[in-house]
């Protein structure tokens, strides 16, 4: 099996100033992710590794850079998961750690559970070892700007929400086996302690080799209602491409509750999409030794690996 790997940088909004930043970050997550399955790598790696890469980059709604919650704090959602045996791990509401995927793989190895929150995750960082990171260090100049200004009366609360910015990843390695990643700091000005979509199975990821994998973004209580990734498996299980389970999935949910995301999606035999219902997506994904990336409905610029590298080097 030929290797793919496809990640997302958030479905909404991105102002023209940030559009450049989008870009490379995707970019270089999925070449991260490739570099991993090219050698050999398995899938479940990639999509870790390809995460940790946007979550390390602040200008993605994850890790350092995530949004925060109505009392200026950082809690994070985040989710990893195995097409092998369908396990799984997630954490909601993480405080003070760099890497929340890191955390969630850790969660789907070390535990019997599948989803440890808030005090839980952070006792269960603790105990592995995770290094606590002050709070501070995650938040950025931009993130607080925006969460002083939606706690003006006058602030419209549809507004904060135009540019969302969690990552995912889906990869398929050369044995064939799928997974995905996804990780999030949720809305701005969200109520503290809610728990979004990227933290439950089924809605902000879902693999299963059988099947394929699935990412998603967007407005995470509508994903949730849903059930966005298992919905977009589900429509491969009756025999649509990628393509066409992920436009259903995005339609039935603009439909039935009025939400709007993105969702990047591998098939067993290594199809793969990325749509969203929003005005854009940030993606990029490797195969076959070229990468192809976009921002924009229809928009699609493929290079080769070794041009993106170059590129990204300088
Ligand atoms: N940016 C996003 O995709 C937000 C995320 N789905 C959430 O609602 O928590």
Known sequence: ??????????AGTIFKDREEGYRTGVKRAALKGYNILKNGG???????????????DPHFNAGCGSVLNEKGDVEMDAIIMDGK?????????????????KLARLVMEKTDH??????????????????????????????????????????????????????????????????????????TNKLVGRVGDTACIGSGGYADDLVGATSTTGHGESIMKVVLARLVLHHMEQGMTPEEAADAALS?????????????????????????????????????????CG???????????????????N
Not at 42 to 56: F, G, N, P, Q, R
């Open 1 to 10: 099996m030929k290797p793919v790997i496809v990640v997302h940088g958030g």
């Open 42 to 56: 398995s899938a479940l790696e990639a999509v870790e590794e390809a995460v940790v890469v946007m979550e390390d």
């Open 85 to 101: 045996n369908l396990a799984s791990g997630a954490v909601s509401a993480a405080r003070c750690i760099a890497n929340p995927i």
């Open 114 to 187: 599948m989803l440890l929150t808030d005090r839980g995750a952070s006792i269960f960082a603790k105990a592995q070892g995770i290094p606590e990171v002050p709070g501070e260090m995650l938040v950025t100049d931009r993130s607080r700007e925006r969460w002083k200004a939606n706690l003006k009366p006058e602030s419209n609360p549809a507004v904060p929400q135009i540019d969302l910015g969690t990552v995912g990843a889906v990869a398929i390695d050369s044995d064939g086996s799928v997974a995905c990643a996804t990780s999030t700091g949720g809305l």
């Open 252 to 292: 039935y949910m603009k439909e039935r509750v009025n939400g709007h995301g993105g969702v990047i999606v591998i098939s067993k035999s290594g199809g793969w999409t990325a749509k969203f219902s929003t005005k854009q997506m940030s993606w990029a994904a490797v195969t076959d030794g070229q990468l192809q």
């Open 295 to 313: 921002i924009y409905q229809g928009e699609n610029q493929i290079t080769t690996v070794e041009e993106a590298l170059a590129l990204l080097l």
